[in-house]
């Protein structure tokens, strides 16, 4: 928590948060109940998309749940909901992580960006977004933000990936549909792109 | 043709919120006072409910309420039901909970006690046809459009399962042609027994619902194929009537046929919700849309393929035990028969049909239904057909290649038009195929190249269908499109023929969707890969009309004959002098105080009750255009596809990489590029996942399925595919479409797991596993000559 906020403004920012946000005021009441003795703090800070976020999280919540239930950030998908399928990849100080697959509180601290922290402030969007729309790479579109993530955090590694390293890259992440040679298309489009324009983001 | 449209790729306006995250799916809502539903689902394969005491569950602080089968429409077996006293597989939903969070609602589900009597089960055909196998069900073991008890002899069984020509009767046959004639005028005669896997659909997506109640109406946010489709069976489902029912499909994660209309956990949080007056909200795991999920028919089957000396097909003798799992489904053999029929053109052929039920996942229509399968077993066979005749795989191919001529099913109906032999020579063209086959068992060190050819068929087409448009006095047009958003972009891309007669700029179009209230017209079911053709068909209709209408405005306001008049440049002009004319915006707003049939006031009567609803709604907001698709079609409307792949085969680990894949389409003229592009590597990538790897498997002594997570059904990630798929079309147009087209999406996948599975074949000096999947085991136990490590028509085997 940041030391010039004060308890109350916290609590009622959280409530704010909450409702702003995809869960409904009796999914924060309810949580609010269970609080086990001795446990973590609950009402944590958490920096996501560059944003501090005050957010109230259970002991055992996931990130995946933090971010879509909580925070509203339903961009972050639930595919498997067990680490399997990458729908809700998530960069963690620039690395991909399964937010499914990892505990809210130990994210403190640490810059978590979704797929909604890719645009820039004016709004335009991440080249990795724009050329999965001009490769037309997603179809169903579900799996699309963690395709979206995985790509955008291989670029910043690699600014120049071969297909195939594209390929191992994005491995993590699975697509029904079979839009991999769609989505490959748009890493390599946007690699190119962001070379030449001398953005590595 | 210079086209502004068609044959041109676009942005689709649902893609934005895919690459941001905005794109909200059905689990994306959240409504005020909206709780969490959970479901009881069966530990048993088989069972009657006893006794359900849930008093300790709803003394729990938070819970809200339970639904039970009493408390939702009844339904008679084998129709899916939406909660069941008769759990007919592991994993059928009983009951729900619904709690103010999930948490609760699941910690309720503990706290209730289900009385359960266990009943006998099955989960292989094969045992439920034994003399004293058990049925699926207490109707009856088979489902041949009506439920009953079939048994066959013991040595009907024995036959059977050893691969031998069939002797056990079939419930459903159909016939034409000589069969005897046939196979007495063949050269070659092949019998090979197979199996087919019948895996799950597994979209990324678990069909998530939310439902509430408001004045009235009930508010479902569900994730469907189809868009209008949807609509009267689901306001049935739920006891209503249509025009209380608000249906939003905006996006739908997946689908592949398992969310073609109104399924039954789609109804659940209405009857919920109207019973507990809350909003509900139910959210499937990952493990239980393998349960609802649906799966694909599984074949177990026989055939016997008669060849003449040039290679034609002279006669298919087909029988196939079909499982259907526990409910209602079984087309697929059918299906299978029909593309056979069509895509050898056999002078005669026979299909017998035995359609068992099994305690196992719910089984539907999965991309492709039957034909599919079918690709995967015939063939292979006509390239061992070709090796017994000294013949080149493909040439064989081409000598039975339908053309426009072709017939198809037992009546031997004609279709609207086909170019098979084109897209082979087309793609043998591009794909380099006389050089590639040369390499065909070429050794280096432990691999060895394959190289392979397969064909796919569906049928691809609809008619009957409505269409709206709308010209609004800001001069744009709308584009109302009842078609399902499934990731396909049908649902935009076949309104662009309504855009390319009335010759508007896609700027000034704007496209409704996705939302009952969006004024949607009725469409087709978004499956069976009819879109394309039948819409694009629809929307031609609605805009002729809006076309027509315009004139006769211009006319009247300008003088003349309707006939006189023409559009360009979103303006409608007298032909006589140009100078003279409405721009579009001038006309909508003309229509707007005529009234009547050009603003929507009034309506042709044959169209669809869904789509009088939506004129109902638009009267007075424009031009209206609309209209029943009454086109004439000559017949079956085939969407063809042919695969060539070359693989590398690692006979020591019995694993293969794919080094090079081309799909071509022949599916009339190419409407949307970039989404033709898309569905034909897609189709690749599930073609290969039959081939080769997607896994359905249950343990016959306690009917648990063994492949409820992704990393046991195993469907293809980016590295069990080509780094990259190439694709080509033949693009003639089909005479029956307004716009050229025909549908495809189903056919990409059976040429690809075909020419995959000829490829391996061709490996290993033309071997075939008439199986699928061909795992690495499989390769391994042949290469090695120690045999396989189960029956050959043996299912649920690892």
């Known amino acids: 928590m940041t030391s010039n906020l004060s308890r109350r403004r916290f609590i009622k920012s959280v409530i704010a948060s909450s409702a702003a946000g995809a869960s409904s005021a009796a999914w924060y009441s309810a949580s609010a109940e269970d609080r086990p003795a001795g446990s973590v703090e609950r009402l944590v800070t958490l920096n996501i998309n560059g944003r501090k976020r005050p957010v109230d999280v259970m002991p055992q919540e996931t990130l995946a749940h933090t971010l879509r239930y909580k925070l509203g950030l339903t961009g972050t998908k639930l595919g498997c909901n067990r680490g399997e399928c990458g729908a809700c990849t998530v960069l963690v100080d620039s690395v991909t992580h399964y937010a499914c697959s990892m505990l809210t509180h130990s994210v403190r601290g640490r810059a978590v960006t979704t797929v909604e922290g890719l645009q820039d402030s004016s709004g335009a969007l991440h080249p990795v977004q724009q050329a999965f729309i001009d490769e037309l790479a997603p179809q169903c579109g579900y799996c699309t933000p963690g395709q979206v993530v995985a790509a955008v955090a291989l670029l910043r590694d690699n600014p120049n990936p071969t297909r195939e390293e594209a390929r191992q890259a994005l491995s993590g992440n699975l697509c029904r549909c079979g839009a991999y040679d769609h989505y490959l298309n748009g890493v390599l489009t946007a690699a190119k792109r962001m070379r030449s324009m001398g953005q590595i983001a | 043709m210079n086209r502004m449209h068609i044959g041109k790729d676009f942005i689709p306006p649902d893609i934005h919120g895919k690459v941001t995250g905005k794109a909200k799916y059905a689990e994306d809502y959240a409504v005020d006072g909206m709780v969490y539903a959970r479901l009881y689902t069966s530990p048993m394969p088989h069972a009657r409910v006893k006794n359900i005491d849930a008093e300790a569950a709803l003394a729990m602080?938070?819970?809200?309420?339970?639904?039970?089968?009493?408390?939702?429409?009844?339904?008679?077996?084998?129709?899916?039901?939406?909660?069941?006293?008769?759990?007919?597989?592991?994993?059928?939903?009983?009951?729900?909970?619904?709690?103010?969070?999930?948490?609760?609602?699941?910690?309720?589900?503990?706290?209730?006690?289900?009385?359960?009597?266990?009943?006998?089960?099955?989960?292989?055909?094969?045992?439920?046809?034994?003399?004293?196998?058990?049925?699926?069900?207490?109707?009856?073991?088979?489902?041949?459009?009506?439920?009953?008890?079939?048994?066959?002899?013991?040595?009907?069984?024995?036959?059977?399962?050893?691969g031998q020509e069939p002797t056990g009767p079939a419930p459903t046959e159909w016939s034409y042609g000589d069969l005897e004639a046939g196979f007495d005028n063949a050269e070659v005669v092949l019998e090979e027994s197979f199996v087919t896997t019948g895996y799950a659909h597994m979209s990324m997506e678990p069909?998530?619902?939310?439902?509430?109640?408001?004045?009235?109406?009930?508010?479902?946010?569900?994730?469907?194929?189809?868009?209008?489709?949807?609509?009267?069976?689901?306001?049935?489902?739920?006891?209503?009537?249509?025009?209380?029912?608000?249906?939003?499909?905006?996006?739908?994660?997946?689908?592949?046929?398992?969310?073609?209309?109104?399924?039954?956990?789609?109804?659940?949080?209405?009857?919920?919700?109207?019973?507990?007056?809350?909003?509900?909200?139910?959210?499937?795991?990952?493990?239980?849309?393998?349960?609802?999920?649906?799966?694909?028919?599984?074949?177990?089957?026989?055939?016997?393929?008669?060849f003449t000396k040039t290679g034609r097909v002279s006669a298919v003798d087909l029988y196939i035990v079909q499982d259907l799992g526990p409910k209602q489904a079984g087309g697929d053999a059918s299906s299978a028969g029909g593309a056979v029929s069509i895509l050898y053109q056999p002078d005669a052929m026979r299909l017998r049909d035995v359609p068992v039920l099994t305690n196992t996942t719910p089984r539907g229509p999965q991309r492709g239904p039957g034909q599919n399968q079918i690709a995967a077993v015939f063939e292979p066979m006509m390239d061992k057909a070709a090796q017994a005749l000294g013949l080149d795989p493909l040439d064989m191919r081409r000598l039975n290649a339908p053309d426009s001529s072709a017939t198809l099913n037992a009546n031997q109906g004609p279709i609207t038009s086909a170019y098979m032999e084109e897209a082979l020579l087309k793609g043998a063209e591009l794909f380099n195929w006389s050089e590639r086959i040369k390499r065909a068992g070429q050794r280096n060190g432990s691999k060895v190249t394959g190289v392979g050819v397969g064909q796919g068929y569906h049928s691809a087409g609809a008619s009957g269908y409505d269409?709206?448009?709308?010209?609004?006095?800001?001069?744009?047009?709308?584009?109302?499109s009842g078609v399902g958003n499934l990731g396909t972009y049908s649902y935009a891309s076949t309104t662009r023929a309504a855009a390319e007669l009335l010759k508007v700029n896609w700027d000034n179009c704007v496209?409704?969707?996705?939302?009952?209230?969006?004024?949607?017209?009725?469409?087709?079911?978004?499956?069976?890969?009819?879109?394309?053709?039948?819409?694009?068909?629809?929307?031609?209709?609605?805009?002729?009309?809006?076309?027509?209408?315009?004139?006769?405005?211009?006319?009247?306001?300008?003088?003349?004959?309707?006939?006189n008049y023409d559009v360009a440049d979103e303006r409608v002009f007298d032909t006589r002098n140009a100078a003279r004319g409405l721009t579009y915006a001038e006309v909508a707003a003309r229509a707007v105080s005529l009234g009547?049939?050009?603003?929507?006031?009034?309506?042709?009567?044959?169209?669809?009750?869904?789509?009088?609803?939506?004129?109902?709604?638009?009267?007075?907001?424009?031009?209206?255009?609309?209209?029943?698709?009454?086109?004439?079609?000559?017949?079956?409307?085939?969407?063809?596809?042919?695969?060539?792949?070359?693989?590398?085969?690692?006979?020591?680990?019995?694993?293969h990489e794919i080094i090079d894949f081309l799909a071509v389409a022949e599916c009339g003229t190419v409407v949307h590029p970039q989404g033709l592009a898309g569905q034909l590597r897609g189709g690749a990538v599930w073609g290969i996942?039959?081939?080769?790897?997607?896994?359905?498997?249950?343990?016959?002594?306690?009917?648990?399925?063994?492949?409820?997570?992704?990393y046991q059904t195993k469907p293809p990630s980016y590295l069990d595919v080509p780094t990259s798929t190439e694709w080509t079309a033949v693009d003639i147009a089909d005479p029956d479409n307004p716009v050229g087209a025909r549908g495809v999406g189903e056919p990409a996948m059976g040429s690809a797991t075909a020419a995959i599975l000829c490829a391996l074949s061709s490996a290993l000096g033309g071997h075939l596993f008439n199986r699928t999947p061909v795992t690495p085991d499989l390769i391994v136990n042949h290469v090695s000559g120690q045999g396989q490590s189960f029956d050959p028509m043996a299912i649920n085997s690892f």
């Open chain 2, 596 to 655: 009547g049939e050009y603003s929507g006031e009034s309506y042709p009567e044959d169209i669809h009750e869904v789509t009088q609803r939506a004129v109902q709604g638009l009267a007075g907001s424009g031009l209206i255009g609309v209209g029943k698709d009454k086109l004439p079609v000559r017949g079956t409307v085939p969407g063809l596809t042919v695969g060539f792949a070359e693989i590398e085969l690692d006979l020591e680990t019995g694993k």
């Open chain 2, 467 to 480: 269409g709206l448009v709308r010209l609004t006095p800001d001069g744009k047009l709308h584009l109302h």
């Open chain 2, 61 to 162: 602080e938070g819970v809200v309420g339970i639904l039970t089968a009493d408390d939702v429409y009844p339904t008679e077996a084998p129709a899916p039901a939406l909660l069941t006293n008769e759990p007919v597989y592991v994993g059928d939903p009983i009951l729900a909970v619904a709690a103010v969070d999930e948490k609760t609602a699941e910690d309720a589900l503990k706290k209730i006690r289900v009385d359960l009597e266990p009943l006998p089960f099955v989960v292989d055909p094969v045992d439920s046809l034994r003399p004293k196998g058990a049925s699926a069900r207490l109707e009856g073991n088979i489902y041949p459009r009506e439920m009953r008890e079939m048994r066959w002899a013991g040595s009907d069984v024995e036959r059977f399962v050893s």
């Open chain 2, 207 to 306: 069909r998530s619902v939310l439902s509430y109640w408001q004045n009235g109406k009930c508010h479902v946010y569900g994730s469907t194929q189809s868009q209008s489709f949807v609509v009267p069976f689901l306001a049935r489902m739920l006891g209503i009537e249509q025009k209380d029912l608000v249906f939003i499909a905006e996006y739908c994660g997946g689908g592949f046929g398992s969310k073609i209309s109104a399924y039954p956990v789609l109804a659940l949080p209405g009857y919920f919700s109207r019973k507990i007056g809350r909003p509900v909200m139910l959210r499937i795991t990952r493990e239980e849309e393998y349960y609802v999920g649906s799966a694909r028919v599984g074949f177990q089957g026989w055939i016997k393929a008669g």
């Open chain 2, 511 to 563: 496209l409704h969707y996705g939302n009952t209230e969006e004024h949607l017209p009725w469409s087709s079911y978004q499956a069976g890969s009819n879109t394309t053709f039948t819409h694009t068909r629809a929307n031609h209709v609605a805009a002729e009309d809006l076309l027509n209408k315009m004139k006769r405005i211009a006319a009247e306001a300008l003088g003349g004959d309707p006939g």
């Open chain 2, 689 to 710: 996942g039959m081939a080769s790897l997607e896994r359905h498997v249950y343990d016959p002594q306690n009917g648990l399925p063994a492949s409820v997570g992704y």
